[in-house]
């Protein structure tokens, strides 16, 4: 007991070890819905759903275990949502490209990210983009994540005419979605802990009444060999494609500025930044958090990355690494629960070769109404800063891809100050990217 105190600083930090193992359980109760939605997303481009399922809790419990250990904070890390998106809906889906070269995309953004840290950079390249911009990619990922999850759901479905139409709500896994939704809406009113994965969990129990699913032979089943074929199959060759680079500076974004906003938002929620509003020792963060990103690619389970849901432990206490280490490893356990996984996030074949995920769908559009918070913080009436965004934002959904939503409002944002007499308000660095994405647009892919 006392070389843990020693080693976590429970007396500097003003916590203890009970504090500290019920903040890592309330983590994980809060982001463990991602053992069940990564799988799900990612299936859906290809990967293997079972091989998900472990991938996504060896790589999450490994650098939840290695960010406790190496930094002593309390910041819990997980594939994030968005990225598994890009992987699955528009790098595969839409682009046409094998989900080991999506991997392969995923490893090389995460060394980018890497050298950037090691080299001091990273800071650099942060103060290029302006607040409003990283505010709105954030907004449109959020957004993208929800129409995702509405048509996994059911909710709305194609039309030639409009685009997208109301989906049949005669449909038991229509019905099943809205009182997921509505499940799920209601326990976060209520400030439970854990509001998503409960909701994920009753709306499966629901999912019986509504004849979708039948109960498994077993709850528990180690992993199979074949459960592990998604590691280190990842295809950097052709990754590194000329035509898929806007994708490498997407992805890279993302990462990128989420990463500091949750390692900035939580340690300020924990009392854990100097006088200065800076972390001390931010570059171990930072640097644990690029590996992991590489980590992610090698294992095949999307970017690994600090999830905000670090903010729910720190909310019960936890201001140690400690936190982050239990959570780790009760992700390491989830390994063994495959059918129970495989039976929530597996999806529901409404047709041949045609999947619904009526279980999972309503966390998807929960999250995206999360991540739309950020709305606030943009100033719109300064029309220079706040149409770029927008752009973000609509793009981001609208053309089903995230490159194409950042690349827009960069290039609007470079132009309306160039031509309003203001280029000097736009960081060289912007100049170049803005100029990248130019290139990207009308290089045929």
Same mark, same amino acid.
């Given at each position: 007991?006392?070389?843990?105190?020693?080693?976590?600083?429970?007396?500097?930090?003003?916590?203890?070890?009970?504090?500290?193992?019920?903040?890592?359980?309330?983590?994980?109760?809060?982001?463990?819905? &991602? =053992?069940?939605? @990564? $799988?799900?997303? #990612?299936?859906?481009? +290809?990967?293997?759903?079972?091989?998900? /399922?472990?991938? %996504?809790?060896?790589?999450?419990?490994?650098?939840?275990?290695?960010?406790?250990?190496?930094?002593?904070?309390?910041?819990?890390?997980?594939?994030?949502?968005?990225?598994?998106?890009?992987?699955?809906?528009?790098?595969?889906?839409?682009?046409?490209?094998?989900?080991?070269?999506?991997?392969?995309?995923?490893?090389?953004?995460?060394?980018?990210?890497?050298?950037?840290?090691?080299?001091?950079?990273?800071?650099?390249?942060?103060?290029?983009?302006?607040?409003?911009?990283?505010?709105?990619?954030?907004?449109?990922?959020?957004?993208?994540?929800?129409?995702?999850?509405?048509?996994?759901?059911? &909710? =709305?479905?194609? @039309? $030639?005419?409009? #685009?997208?139409?109301? +989906?049949?709500?005669?449909?038991?896994? /229509?019905?099943? %979605?809205?009182?997921?939704?509505?499940?799920?809406?209601?326990?976060?009113?209520?400030?439970?802990?854990?509001?998503?994965?409960?909701?994920?969990?009753?709306?499966?129990?629901?999912?019986?009444?509504?004849?979708?699913?039948?109960?498994?032979?077993?709850?528990?089943?180690?992993?199979?060999?074949?459960?592990?074929?998604?590691?280190?199959?990842?295809?950097?060759?052709?990754?590194?494609?000329?035509?898929?680079?806007?994708?490498?500076?997407?992805?890279?974004?993302?990462?990128?500025?989420?990463?500091?906003?949750?390692?900035?938002?939580?340690?300020?929620?924990?009392?854990?930044?100097?006088?200065?509003?800076?972390?001390?020792?931010?570059?171990?963060?930072?640097?644990?958090?690029?590996?992991?990103?590489?980590?992610?690619?090698?294992?095949?389970?999307?970017?690994?990355?600090?999830?905000?849901?670090?903010?729910?432990?720190?909310?019960?206490?936890?201001?140690?690494?400690?936190?982050?280490?239990?959570?780790?490893?009760?992700?390491?356990?989830?390994?063994?629960?495959?059918?129970?996984?495989?039976?929530?996030?597996?999806?529901?074949?409404?047709?041949?070769?045609?999947?619904?995920?009526?279980?999972?769908?309503?966390?998807?559009?929960?999250?995206?109404?999360?991540?739309?918070?950020?709305?606030?913080?943009?100033?719109?009436?300064?029309?220079?800063?706040?149409?770029?965004?927008?752009?973000?934002?609509?793009?981001?959904?609208?053309?089903?891809?995230?490159?194409?939503?950042?690349?827009?409002?960069?290039?609007?944002?470079?132009?309306?100050?160039?031509?309003?007499?203001?280029?000097?308000?736009?960081?060289?660095?912007?100049?170049?990217?803005?100029?990248?994405?130019?290139?990207?647009?009308?290089?045929?892919?």
């Amino acid at each position: 007991m006392n070389s843990l105190e020693k080693y976590f600083g429970f007396g500097e930090r003003k916590t203890n070890l009970k504090t500290e193992i019920t903040a890592g359980v309330t983590t994980f109760m809060t982001m463990a819905y &991602i =053992i069940f939605v @990564n $799988p799900a997303i #990612l299936s859906a481009g +290809g990967v293997p759903f079972r091989a998900a /399922v472990v991938a %996504t809790c060896i790589a999450s419990g490994l650098f939840c275990i290695v960010m406790g250990l190496y930094t002593n904070y309390p910041f819990t890390l997980a594939p994030g949502m968005g990225i598994n998106a890009i992987v699955a809906w528009t790098i595969v889906l839409t682009m046409k490209q094998p989900w080991q070269t999506a991997m392969g995309i995923i490893f090389i953004e995460g060394l980018i990210v890497t050298i950037l840290v090691l080299t001091n950079l990273r800071e650099m390249v942060m103060n290029a983009i302006p607040k409003s911009l990283k505010l709105a990619i954030g907004v449109g990922i959020g957004i993208f994540i929800a129409l995702i999850g509405l048509e996994e759901g059911g &909710i =709305i479905t194609g @039309n $030639p005419v409009t #685009l997208v139409q109301l +989906g049949d709500f005669n449909k038991n896994y /229509v019905q099943l %979605t809205m009182a997921g939704i509505l499940i799920t809406s209601v326990l976060l009113v209520l400030k439970i802990r854990g509001a998503i994965l409960i909701g994920i969990i009753i709306t499966a129990v629901c999912a019986f009444f509504f004849g979708i699913v039948s109960f498994p032979d077993a709850l528990i089943s180690p992993p199979r060999a074949e459960d592990f074929d998604t590691f280190f199959q990842m295809d950097v060759k052709s990754a590194l494609n000329l035509s898929l680079v806007p994708m490498i500076f997407a992805l890279f974004m993302t990462d990128f500025f989420d990463t500091m906003g949750t390692v900035i938002a939580v340690g300020r929620q924990a009392e854990l930044l100097d006088e200065k509003g800076s972390l001390p020792g931010l570059k171990k963060v930072l640097l644990v958090d690029s590996l992991a990103a590489v980590f992610g690619g090698l294992f095949g389970c999307s970017s690994v990355t600090s999830y905000i849901e670090s903010a729910a432990g720190v909310s019960e206490g936890g201001r140690t690494g400690l936190t982050s280490i239990v959570t780790g490893i009760l992700f390491f356990i989830s390994i063994i629960f495959l059918p129970l996984v495989k039976l929530i996030g597996g999806g529901f074949e409404i047709s041949p070769g045609v999947f619904k995920y009526p279980i999972t769908a309503p966390a998807l559009i929960i999250v995206g109404f999360l991540m739309i918070e950020l709305l606030k913080d943009i100033d719109w009436s300064k029309i220079d800063e706040g149409l770029p965004a927008f752009f973000i934002i609509l793009l981001i959904p609208f053309t089903y891809n995230i490159s194409y939503g950042i690349g827009f409002g960069f290039i609007s944002y470079s132009l309306i100050k160039l031509f309003t007499g203001r280029p000097k308000e736009v960081h060289p660095v912007l100049y170049v990217i803005s100029i990248l994405f130019v290139l990207a647009f009308i290089i045929p892919h």
